[in-house]
């Protein structure tokens, strides 16, 4: 049996490790760890106002580049696209800044947008390929003087529809026909593609507008795939077509990427990966006026085999 004796040993060594620990917090150890905790506290804020003076001089540097940009900006596309109808292709993540600022910059251009249109999910969601293969079918036979290859896949077959939709190869445009109110009126009821606004003519020229892609890896790879369908299919049937997107479209899985990875549509469509500033903005419309003079180019920061821009090449060799 445990004796009153034992609980009072107890207690006793219980209230003797508290003090013990109380006369070393407060004592000969207490003054280390505050110094230790002062010190990490006033080291850590120190990096905190250097990581905000960083991102204030980085901020400074793309104001004063994007300025710059839009400043010289008539001087670099001012009149190579006059008479030239561009329509807009807005893929699923594009920013709707990079979408309104290259509206802009074509007029700088001297060309007109003749519509925009807004590609679904489902569109470039490798899972409804079903759902694309059965629309493009039915569409097909309600667009007669569309030439389609009886071997084309899903996505050529949709891709060709949509270019005889919003775009021609007739330089100042096209009026929107029967066939094209038929093919665009079949992509929205199933939420394929829509359009903003009001089509006015079809385009001889296409500027596709992307973004960094969304879902997983193998989602990603899948759209870009549909992607560089899409493109090459209404390359075939315009003047010309150009993939933009932020940088993130020219890395593993981006859409710009893939185009640049294909041979086939690489040496025709022409890519930008600089949107999300207005330098690369300027570049896309550039690039845009160069397909409008049979030039195709690959531009921007990575891995842009013809440079930063139209001409950069030349002007540094």
């Known amino acids: 049996m445990i004796s009153f004796r034992y609980h009072i040993v107890s207690i006793v060594s219980v209230f003797l490790a508290l003090a013990i620990g109380v006369a070393l917090g407060g004592g000969p150890l207490k003054g280390e760890v505050d110094n230790t905790l002062v010190s990490q506290v006033q080291t850590d804020r120190q990096a905190k106002r250097d990581l905000l003076t960083q991102i204030a001089a980085l901020r ?39 979408v309104s600022a290259l509206s802009d910059l074509v007029g700088v251009a001297g060309g007109t947008v003749g519509g925009t249109v807004r590609i679904g999910d489902q569109l470039v969601d490798a899972s409804d390929k079903q759902l694309v293969d059965e629309l493009g079918n039915q569409l097909e036979g309600r667009a007669p003087d569309v030439d389609i290859t009886p071997d084309a896949s899903p996505y050529e077959r949709i891709g060709t529809l949509i270019a005889r939709a919003i775009g021609t190869d007739a330089d100042a445009g096209a009026a929107v026909d029967g066939p094209a109110t038929t093919i665009l009126g079949g992509l929205s009821t199933t939420s394929l593609m829509s359009t903003e606004g009001k089509m006015n003519r079809r385009g001889s020229l296409l500027l596709f507008v992307t973004g ?37 479209s020219a890395r593993a899985g981006g859409q710009v990427k893939a185009v640049r990875d294909d041979v086939t ?53």
Request: proline share 4%; glycine share 12%.
């Open 212 to 248: 960094p892609g969304q879902g997983t890896a193998e989602q990603k790879q899948g759209a870009s795939t549909i992607v560089d369908t899409l493109v090459q299919a209404a390359d075939a049937a315009t003047d010309g077509v150009v993939l933009a997107g932020p940088v993130a």
């Open 60 to 98: 400074s540097g793309n104001t004063f580049t994007d300025d710059f940009a839009q400043t010289v900006a008539p001087t670099l596309i001012g009149n190579t696209l006059t008479g030239r109808v561009v329509t807009l292709v807005v893929l699923p993540t594009a920013q709707q800044a990079d």
């Open 265 to 317: 549509a690489a040496r025709d469509v022409s890519t930008v990966d600089a949107l999300g500033r207005t330098a690369g903005e300027v570049v896309a419309v550039m690039a845009v006026a160069g397909q409008a003079d049979n030039k195709t180019g690959h531009y921007g920061a990575v891995d842009a085999a013809d440079g930063a821009m139209p001409g950069a090449q030349s002007a540094t060799s």
